[in-house]
């Protein structure tokens, strides 16, 4: 079984400030993650993902995030929040199951950025 | 412009009737997904397909149907059986590589079905 779990379904940060979205996931096999952003009333749209090749991700926008086996995280980070960070942020475990990809999503954690 | 479209943005639909979501991609890929999204409860997948006129029920199928006619339009049909239908769907699609579970699924811009 997989499951993704995003501490904190709201995080407000100000403008300039570090940002910090928290996921830990659980997997029974080395697991592939993604960080996804969804705008209000969009798709999703992927940010980064982890495929084993390395532990740092860097994605789009500045993001990036670390994979920490010990620890079975996944955080996303940007240096300094932008007004155009104010989104959804989607973590996901992936896993192939049966012949098809089987990609369990987190809860998403809101981000409001104050100016 | 490759990508995946998803029409109507926004739907209304009388209880007891049956609806159809349409999504389409000109990005040649095999796979794919419808996944519903209510707050707070992030993505659950109805359904999916990885070839033509081939699908598979997802975790919360019941109330759905779907149709792979061709490679690039996998509509849904939101029946009166669904018992709470209202909520925003979305559908993806993704290339099928070795392992699939790298694939990037990318995502359509959603329809917001309202049951009134």
């Known amino acids: 079984a997989q499951s993704v779990t995003q501490l904190g379904s709201h995080v407000s940060v100000s403008e300039g400030a570090l940002v910090l979205l928290r996921c830990n996931y659980s997997s029974s096999v080395p697991p592939y993650l993604f960080w996804y952003v969804q705008y209000p009333n969009q798709g999703l749209q992927l940010l980064l993902k982890?495929?084993?090749?390395?532990?740092l991700v860097k994605g789009i926008n500045g993001f990036e995030a670390e994979f920490k086996k010990s620890e079975t995280s996944f955080h996303l980070t940007k240096p300094s929040a932008h007004m155009s960070d104010a989104a959804e942020y989607f973590c996901a475990v992936s896993l192939s199951r049966g012949g098809y990809q089987k990609v369990t999503f987190g809860i998403g954690t809101k981000l409001q950025v104050i100016p | 412009d490759g990508g995946i479209t998803q029409s109507p943005k926004y739907l209304f639909r009388k209880e007891g009737q049956n609806v159809t979501l349409s999504c389409e991609q000109n990005?040649?890929?095999?796979?794919m997904y419808w996944y519903r999204q209510d707050p707070g409860q992030g993505l659950r997948l109805i359904y999916y397909?990885?070839?033509?006129?081939?699908?598979q029920k997802g975790d919360i199928a019941e109330g759905y149907s779907v149709s792979r006619e061709k490679k690039e339009s996998f509509p849904l049909t939101v029946t009166s059986a669904q018992k709470n239908p209202t909520a925003f769907y979305l559908c993806?699609?993704?290339?099928?590589?070795?392992?699939?579970?790298?694939?990037?699924?990318?995502f359509g811009p959603g329809t917001r079905l309202t049951v009134l």
């Open positions: 397909s990885q070839i033509v006129n081939d699908f």
């Open positions: 990005l040649n890929h095999d796979a």
């Open positions: 993806a699609s993704s290339i099928l590589s070795r392992p699939h579970s790298t694939d990037t699924q990318y």
């Open positions: 982890y495929t084993s090749a390395a532990t």
